[in-house]
């Protein structure tokens, strides 16, 4: 059974930074690509950031030069780097790894 475990959010000022992290366990798709995406009150869920096994990111524009994806070595772990935070990067933030979802991690950016 697929387990996602994510951690790291909570409240922070305009211009501050947090870091996520994610977890998979029992996934047989240990070779494919893990990802953040988020989801906004009223908004569908977008993607952030996304990672291969073998290191390749890709990210949204939106977050591009302030977020950094990284990925343990080995393992089905991977952290978001977040700085320069916006209010407009409030929401629920997700992690996925071969199709299957965590519960979220909410992050609130806010004075």
């Known amino acids: 059974q697929v387990r996602i475990v994510e951690s790291g959010g909570g409240l922070v000022q305009p211009g501050g930074s947090l870091r996520l992290s994610c977890a998979s366990s029992?996934?047989?798709?240990?070779?494919?690509?893990m990802g953040w995406y988020r989801q906004a009150p009223g908004k569908q869920r977008e993607m952030v950031a996304t990672i291969t096994s073998g290191g390749i990111t890709r990210y949204s524009d939106s977050v591009k030069g302030r977020f950094t994806i990284s990925r343990e070595n080995g393992k089905d772990t991977i952290y978001l780097q977040m700085s320069s935070l916006k209010p407009e990067d409030t929401a629920l933030y997700y992690c996925n790894h071969g199709g299957t979802w965590g519960q979220g991690t909410q992050v609130t950016v806010s004075s």
């Open positions: 029992g996934s047989i798709f240990t070779d494919f690509a």
